[in-house]
């Protein structure tokens, strides 16, 4: 009867930080969310139209491999239909990477700002997170690899990172490969790669193709399709044999897998959405650069702006935040108190966060 006796979390459960995510407006209020890195044109008008469709099967078991979305993802990027494994979000795959290859004693290394789902599976499976310094809020590739000890296992790498914005090109990325042993995973994270604009950057899929340590990760939710929860990996058949043993044999609900195998057939809607945050990026960063803050050049769907210190940072979300716009604090979850991160929305929304930064600015 004792109220110490009660069932005990794994030892390190308890020392997790949950992960914080962007506030959202006060219910009923019509504040723009920039704090999520969501779609601004909403979701591909196909997709929705097949997730309708599917909604009227939903008391049967979809199925269970996702064989629709992974014959739509392999066909549209000329993949082998058998070296995708789906998940519920990107979320779900990054859980099972970690619990599959990471275990008591174990290490896995990251970039100091990466993104903090990493810790968080690293140390939920047990094993240690190793965080190295990065150069100007990039990756930094001997550091990572001076890094490397005989028991890392895993080595997580958002390409462009989240909450930064910044790359490494596919020379640096297979650099940071080549100087792996063989044993250890390189997990390429490239939630934000339909956004790149960059020529020298890749997704991943060579190394992937040519080496038996190497997955890429993606996901929808940055395309329109966040509240669908829908992301996808590929990887040799040797992972993806392990991954598909230990998923949740269902773990990808129906009206999801439908509505991600028509907005992958949807291009036009992709492009467009491509172009939108290419030029509205480009546009926010020119306005607010050579003012008193400084925008760290993106590839992604937002931009991390940094201040002169963490009050001004905070007085920025809060002048944002009165005026209806809820942007991303990255201090508490991210160690970048000076900073914030705005993800690129409408046309309305991006003139009006410019506006009011650069007021803010001219009357500090
Ligand atoms: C948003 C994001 C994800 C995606 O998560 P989902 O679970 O697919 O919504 C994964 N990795 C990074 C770096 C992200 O920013």
């Given amino acids: ?24 407006g006060k219910p009923g209020s019509n504040a723009v969310k920039l704090s999520a890195n969501e779609s601004p044109l909403g979701a591909s008008p196909k997709a929705l139209a097949a997730m309708v469709e599917a909604a009227g099967r939903l008391e049967i078991y979809p199925e269970g491999s996702s064989r629709v979305l992974r014959e739509a993802l392999a ?23 970690a619990q599959t290859y990471l275990g008591e004693g174990d290490e896995a290394v990251m970039n100091r700002y990466g993104f903090s789902v990493y810790p968080i599976i690293t140390r939920a499976a047990g094993a240690s997170i190793v965080m190295v310094e990065e150069t100007d809020y990039r990756a930094d590739v001997d550091a990572l690899l001076a890094a490397v000890t005989e028991r890392t296992k895993v080595i997580w790498l958002a390409n462009p990172n989240n909450p930064t914005g910044t790359y490494l090109n596919a020379a640096e990325v297979a650099r940071l490969h080549a100087g792996l042993r063989p044993d250890i995973l390189l ?25 038996e340590n190497v997955v890429m990760v993606r996901t929808f939710s940055k395309m329109g399709l966040a509240a669908a929860r829908i992301g996808w990996m590929v990887g040799p058949a040797h ?10 044999p269902f773990n990808v609900n129906l009206p999801a897998q439908m509505a991600g195998a028509a907005a992958v057939r949807d291009i036009e809607f992709t492009q467009r ?32 702006v940094l201040f002169d210190g963490a009050e001004t940072a905070a007085r920025a979300f809060q002048t944002l935040a009165d005026a209806g716009y809820i942007v991303r604090e990255i201090g508490a979850s991210y160690g970048i108190p000076h900073g914030l991160r705005i993800s690129i929305g409408s046309e309305e929304a991006m003139r009006a966060v410019a506006d009011i930064l650069k007021s803010m600015d001219a009357t500090r």
């Fill in 239 to 248: 992972v993806v044999d392990a991954i598909n043993r230990i998923r949740g």
């Fill in 75 to 97: 066909d549209v990027h000329g993949l082998d239909p058998d070296s995708i494994v789906c998940g519920n979000g990107s979320d779900d795959l990054l859980h099972l990477l």
């Fill in 273 to 304: 959405l491509r172009e939108h945050n290419a030029h509205w990026r480009a546009w926010l960063t020119a306005e607010l650069s050579g003012n008193a803050m400084r925008v760290v050049p993106s590839q992604a769907n937002f931009v991390m």
């Fill in 187 to 211: 997990v390429i994270d490239s939630a934000y790669a339909e956004y790149v604009t960059a020529a020298d950057y890749s997704v991943g899929l060579e190394l992937v193709n040519a080496h």
């Fill in 1 to 24: 009867m004792s109220h110490l006796l009660r069932p005990t979390p794994q030892p390190g459960i308890l020392d997790i930080a949950p992960y914080l995510p962007g506030k959202s």
